[in-house]
């Protein structure tokens, strides 16, 4: 168990609707970062929080919206969906910034299914 | 720009024989790198990561992996497989020292490893 809570596990819905994915981070950890995996894109990187404000932006759509709360837990809104938006969405965390000045850990992932 | 490219989208072995995952990258500077662990509905694990001190790194399992710069690679290696190891592993770069946004980790396509008994 890497400490790292995502809710919810699996979630279908239809196009054009809007989901929205939480995660909590290890206790103590300031950085949440947001992965996207998908068959035909691999793992890639969305976007990076540190202590509740934005730090980093990947390959992230602008249907795409995250933020990071004071008490550290931060949510990824997805909007307008499409079928290529069918995925696995990872959240990570770290106590630092840099990812190579340590591990991220990872959470199980949030299964999206777009219908 | 920094890129992974790992060699082999799968790797089959028998239980109890090494195990070689091989990883090249594409860097014009020092890069970390890392290798990661994904088992079958599960997040990622890092297993080890090279940040320009020992060239040999271990990690955790057995599992190491060799940085040779002449090579630009840093292939993944167990001595002896275990059922437990069957799993889908990613070779990572990070783009955080080429003035890239920190915690830009750059994901290879993985190398699903399967071991048979």
């Known amino acids: 168990d890497s400490g790292v809570t995502q809710t919810p596990k699996h979630l279908i819905t239809a196009t054009g609707q809007r989901v929205t994915l939480r995660c909590s981070p290890r206790s103590g950890d300031l950085s949440v970062y947001w992965y996207q995996q998908s068959l035909d894109q691999g793992l890639q990187f969305l976007i990076h929080?540190?202590?509740?404000?934005?730090?980093a932006k990947g390959n992230i759509l602008e249907r795409f919206s995250a933020q990071q709360f004071p008490d550290l837990h931060s949510e990824l809104n997805l909007s307008s969906l499409e079928l290529g938006d069918s995925a696995l969405y990872f959240c990570?965390?770290?106590?630092?910034?840099?990812?190579?000045?340590?591990?991220?850990?990872f959470g199980e992932g949030s299964r999206l299914t777009v219908l | 720009a920094q890129s992974v490219t790992q060699l082999d989208s799968h790797v089959s072995v028998s239980e109890g024989t090494p195990v070689l995952l091989r990883c090249n990258y594409s860097s014009s500077y020092s890069p970390s790198l890392f290798w990661y662990v994904q088992h079958p509905n599960k997040g990622l694990q890092l297993l080890l990561k090279y940040t320009s001190a020992a060239t040999l790194v271990k990690g955790i399992n057995g599992f190491e992996a060799e940085f040779k710069k002449s090579e630009t690679s840093f292939h993944l290696t167990k001595p002896s497989a275990h059922m437990s190891d069957a799993a889908e592993y990613f070779c990572?770069?990070?783009?955080?020292?080429?003035?890239?946004?920190?915690?830009?980790?750059?994901f290879g396509k993985g190398t699903k490893l399967s071991v048979k008994p």
């Open positions: 990570a965390s770290s106590v630092r910034t840099g990812a190579n000045t340590g591990e991220l850990f």
């Open positions: 990572v770069v990070s783009a955080a020292n080429y003035g890239g946004s920190q915690g830009n980790l750059i």
């Open positions: 929080y540190y202590n509740g404000e934005e730090r």
